[in-house]
């Protein structure tokens, strides 16, 4: 069965991230072992909203995989 998850994101990314993170189980799929593969949109050489990947999103998704794997690029 699918599972979706949709939040604010007027307040940040930080708790969002946090909640999906629990609502699908992240503890139980990331191992220490595990390598996590991020890819943000990066198309321009300056930032651009609703273009592309927010830097306060990549922080904030850093920030909490590294608490389940170290491996991450």
Same mark, same amino acid.
């Given at each position: 069965?699918?599972?979706?998850?949709?939040?604010?994101?007027?307040?940040?990314? &930080?708790? /969002?991230?946090?909640?999906?993170?629990? =609502?699908?189980?992240?503890?139980?799929?990331?191992?220490? +072992?595990? &390598?996590? /593969?991020?890819?943000?949109?990066?198309? =321009?050489?300056?930032?651009?909203?609703?273009?592309?990947? +927010?830097?306060?999103?990549?922080?904030?998704?850093?920030?909490?995989?590294?608490?389940?794997?170290?491996?991450?690029?």
């Amino acid at each position: 069965m699918a599972k979706f998850f949709i939040d604010d994101l007027s307040a940040g990314y &930080k708790d /969002v991230l946090r909640r999906a993170f629990d =609502y699908f189980a992240a503890s139980l799929c990331i191992k220490p +072992s595990d &390598k996590v /593969v991020v890819k943000p949109n990066l198309t =321009y050489p300056v930032y651009r909203p609703g273009v592309m990947t +927010s830097p306060e999103l990549i922080y904030e998704l850093l920030s909490i995989l590294r608490q389940f794997t170290k491996n991450i690029t």
